[in-house]
């Protein structure tokens, strides 16, 4: 099967910088993704890893390790509206359009 | 361009009734997908449809049908609703380019007496 374990709360402060950490067990494997969601709006798409190594957009960066199968989302300079659920996903084997879904981490940022 | 659109936004409905959710995109992409989002839970992807034409079980498809009516719209049936589905429901489409981004329809908050 397939099944990806990310913590379910993050508490920062603004100016912070916080890192979501996401694990997976796939019997295929062709990238992780990350989405953002707001409260009562719908996931919009972050950034993608097919190899190992850092992704950098802006304030954002997104890491994966494909040997332990694990990468993290990393978020700096915080600010109010970063508060929102983040949500790591992997592309399914067996449909390569397919993407398994985590259960997401609620990020919360304080003043 | 509207993006994904999906009607209605909120739906009550009694056990045992049914309905069609109801999804378009204008972005010529050729994938498309429903997933249900339940509190404290990721999304879990209903059907999908990798073209038009083709449809494809996902994780929960158990007492959901649905069509590719073209290329653009692709629905969701409840035959027979239950509270068990009670739950946001998400359409989405892809180009099925690199990391396959999905682009995600506002939702259909949907309540099941």
């Known amino acids: 099967g397939q099944s990806l374990e990310q913590p379910s709360e993050v508490t920062a402060v603004e100016g912070a910088i916080v890192q979501i950490n996401c694990t997976y067990q796939?019997?295929?494997?062709?990238?992780l993704s990350w989405y953002q969601q707001h409260d009562g709006g719908a996931p919009t798409f972050l950034s993608y890893n097919a190899l190992d190594g850092l992704e950098e957009t802006g304030r954002f960066s997104s890491f994966l390790s494909r040997s332990d199968s694990y990468g993290y989302l990393l978020l700096q300079e915080l600010q109010m509206k970063d508060s929102a659920s983040y949500f790591c996903?992997?592309?399914?084997?067996?449909?390569?359009?397919?993407?398994?879904f985590g259960a997401g981490t609620r990020l919360a940022v304080h003043p | 361009n509207a993006g994904v659109t999906q009607t209605p936004k909120f739906q009550v409905l009694k056990t045992g009734q049914s309905m069609t959710l109801q999804c378009a995109q204008d972005m010529n992409h050729n994938s498309m997908y429903w997933y249900r989002q339940d509190p404290g839970m990721g999304l879990r992807l209903i059907y999908y449809s990798a073209s038009e034409g083709t449809t494809d079980k996902g994780e929960v498809p158990n007492g959901y049908n649905v069509s590719r009516l073209n290329k653009r719209e692709f629905s969701l049936r409840l035959e027979s609703a239950a509270p068990s589905q009670t739950s946001v429901y998400f359409c989405?489409?892809?180009?099925?380019?690199?990391?396959?981004?999905?682009?995600f329809g506002p939702g259909t908050r949907l309540t099941v007496l």
């Open positions: 989405a489409s892809g180009g099925g380019g690199i990391g396959n981004e999905q682009f």
């Open positions: 996903a992997v592309r399914a084997s067996g449909g390569y359009n397919k993407l398994i």
């Open positions: 796939t019997s295929g494997f062709y990238g």
